[in-house]
């Protein structure tokens, strides 16, 4: 066992823990057993840290919102920001794995379910004003803004699932060519 | 315990509970001890039924499947297609609740991952047909009728979970109309 003044090292392997025990067997692998397993230590050192496994679990998702947040850095352009939610990196298929199983836990529980509410909202209120200026530039049909922000967070994180399941399909050049096709087919509206 | 004759009777019944198990509290809570708890009745009764949790897990998707093949009986028009399978409805809420907390067993198992990755290529399958019609009859963009499936596929299950997750906001009438309105700015193209 490490000295108390070690306690934020230690908290840092016991959360690097949890990263590893979700990315690789999603929300039901993760467990106060699973992640002290994978440490090689006991649940109590585990429980030190997180106290209940419903603490484990909101700890997962806020280190899966830290990571979209490195990896999504800059929101200026519309298509930079839907392309980096696909998972065409190991990086970000890692990422959205780990979002795509949280599901499951966060419609059970009703904490984790207005977590992830509140999440959709801003993620559609940060493409909001990116929908705003392709419309303006007329890359995008006219019509509601937020109406447009979810139907694009919607195609995205459709094809996430579908890349997700079937990696050798939609390798990442077809993830990015279909997204590139889906915005083309929209902005010919104008024509 | 019901005579050997009650058989298959039986068998519903410890059939209807998976459903009503994995209806509300996602797969994360479906194990041979919280169907038997659904049931009133013993682990030992299930298990006569479905012997591992992983027979318990295929069982669950296979009710899903049937639920949703019941959902959307008839492939004729796409629009139809596509709204059948949005929360609208008490049923179909239901069954897509259930597809979305499925992904994390099926993302974390192998045999279940195939069989999720098997049946979304049905699925763009049976779309592609409707594709090509809408395509001939000008409603959709030019462009190879896969990508369409995967575009169509993708929109309609990104906004089943946005709507899961925020149905106040989305609404059974507000998800139709970002159905008909996405569908319309897809129309556009030839204009």
Known sequence: MPAKTDHEA??????????????????????LRSVAGDLGASTGLVTHYFGSKQELL????????????????DLTDLRAALAAVLPTT?????????????WD?????????????????RWRTRLRPLVIKAQAEGDLP??????????????????VVQALFDPTTY?????????????????????
Chains 1, 2 share one sequence.
């Open 171 to 191: 390798t990442p050049k077809r993830q990015l060519r279909l997204l590139d096709l889906h915005l083309s087919s929209l902005r010919h509206t104008s024509d």
């Open 10 to 31: 230690r908290r840092r392997d016991v959360s690097a823990a949890v990263w590893r025990v979700v990315a690789e067997g999603g929300f039901g692998a993760l467990t």
């Open 90 to 102: 190991p990086e970000a298929t890692e990422i959205s794995r780990v979002w795509v199983s949280s």
């Open 105 to 121: 836990v966060a419609l059970a529980d009703p904490e984790l379910h207005e977590l992830e509410r509140a999440r959709y909202r």
């Open 58 to 73: 909101r700890h997962a998702l806020e280190l899966a919102e830290e990571r979209t947040r490195a990896l999504i850095p």
């Open 142 to 159: 006219p019509g509601d803004p937020s109406d447009l922000s979810t139907a694009l967070a919607a195609f995205t994180h459709g094809l």
